[in-house]
């Protein structure tokens, strides 16, 4: 499993901002915002937790399917590294091995990048790791029904008459426009929207973008969250539910992005927010992930 990793205490965070930021001309302001806003959230990401979580709970997936195999995580930015996965699976003896990038939709920065660290680790160890990945999970039935099932709770939070009218907003990581457009990654999130919102019944959805960074000059992925929510307030819309289908699992660009700045956008507009979790370690996500990684081993 190939994740992004995340700091684990306030200690971790700025030598885990100065590993995401190596090589880049990121200001410094923007460093010390970032800082910021994993202190507001505990001093923590969830990240690496709900991966472990996600890690064990396959395992046990796989298990009831018939199928005994060890599952490894290896993180991009923070402990455990890539390289260092890699070695524990040379000492195991697992070096055919079937990678689970921990992102449903596919772009570079998503997806591309991960191929490339895993070059890197293997020739930074002089390890010679076989490795096939399993496709992106945006349309996987078990990943959309979980997304829905996370929606479906937050329904009970508004009153039945006024169900209908809720928009429901799915966000995802906005990314340069120059990078969307050499790769499927809208378009899976849109296909993702669509099999969710079908799944509840519910055609009043909209999908948008949040987490921008980089230059402002720089074209990105719009609309952002915040002003989209001003311009539903515009309209009248009493209650959003946003969900970003765009992580599998929480850390800080949901937890603060959207769980206090988005949230402090709607109580300044009069409107009631609730945020559907994203699918975390849910047991029938996780069941679509086993079933994918045994589709790869028996086609190969």
Not at 139 to 162: G, H, K, M, T, V
Not at 244 to 273: L, N, P, Q, S, T
Request: proline content about 5%.
């Amino acid at each position: 499993m190939l994740g992004y990793g995340g700091p684990d205490r306030p200690e971790d965070i700025k030598p885990f901002l100065e590993n995401v930021n190596k090589g880049l001309n990121i200001p410094k302001d923007r460093i010390d915002e970032v800082a910021h806003h994993y202190e507001l959230i505990g001093g923590k990401s969830p990240i690496n937790d709900l991966t472990y979580r996600q890690a064990i709970g396959l395992e046990h997936q796989l298990r009831e399917l018939g199928y005994d195999l060890p599952v490894f995580i290896g993180m991009r930015n923070w402990d455990p590294l890539i390289a260092d996965t890699i070695k524990i699976m040379k000492r195991e003896q697992s070096l055919n091995a079937i990678g689970i990038i921990l992102a449903a939709h596919r772009c570079d920065a998503s997806w591309e990048r991960y191929y490339r660290d895993v070059e890197q680790a293997k020739e930074e160890t002089e390890i010679d790791l076989n490795i096939q990945y399993i496709e992106p999970q945006f349309d996987n039935p078990l990943f959309i029904e979980s997304c829905a099932d996370q929606i479906a709770r937050s329904f009970y939070e508004i009153p039945d008459e006024q169900r209908a009218e809720a928009k429901i907003i799915f966000t995802a990581h906005s990314i340069p426009v120059s990078m969307a457009q050499k790769s499927p990654y809208v378009q899976q999130l849109n296909t993702t929207a669509k099999l969710i919102a079908k799944k509840l019944e519910h055609d009043n959805w909209l999908l948008c973008y949040q987490s921008r960074s980089g230059r402002p000059s720089d074209p990105w992925l719009e609309p952002d969250v915040c002003d989209v929510i001003e311009e539903l307030a515009a309209q009248d819309v009493k209650h959003v539910i946003i969900q970003a289908i765009g992580f599998i699992c929480d850390h800080v660009e949901v937890m603060y992005d959207i769980g206090i700045e988005a949230f402090k956008v709607c109580r300044h507009v009069g409107i009631k927010m609730h945020r559907a979790n994203t699918v975390n370690d849910d047991p029938k996500f996780l069941r679509g992930l086993a079933n994918s990684v045994i589709k790869l081993i028996e086609s190969s």
